[in-house]
């Protein structure tokens, strides 16, 4: 999104229904036209970065939230931080 990286864990992504049954819970929309790049992040997303709407100047500011801090990283392409969560999870915790 924008100039920015967010890398999130699987554990924040996925949605485990049952045992043997997990969904992805980000999705990219099937819309044509303008639409067609729209990803619906919902609350999976959302959860982890506070957000603030600037209605004037048609802009929205994302951060991490406190409780995620070392679950989840947002930086620019290029200077990913040396402490960034790892982007892997164990079959235990899907």
Partial sequence: MSDYVFEINPDQYLYRANENKCFFVIHKCRLPGKNKDLFLVGDAFLRH?????????????????????GK????????????????ETGEDNV
Avoid: C, W
């Avoid at 970065?49 to 801090?69: C, K, P, R, W």
């Fill in 72 to 87: 989840v990283s947002m930086y620019k392409p290029g200077e990913r931080p040396a402490d960034a969560a790892k982007t």
């Fill in 49 to 69: 970065f506070y957000s603030v709407y600037d209605f004037d100047q048609d802009q929205i500011s994302l951060g991490v939230n406190t409780h995620s801090q």
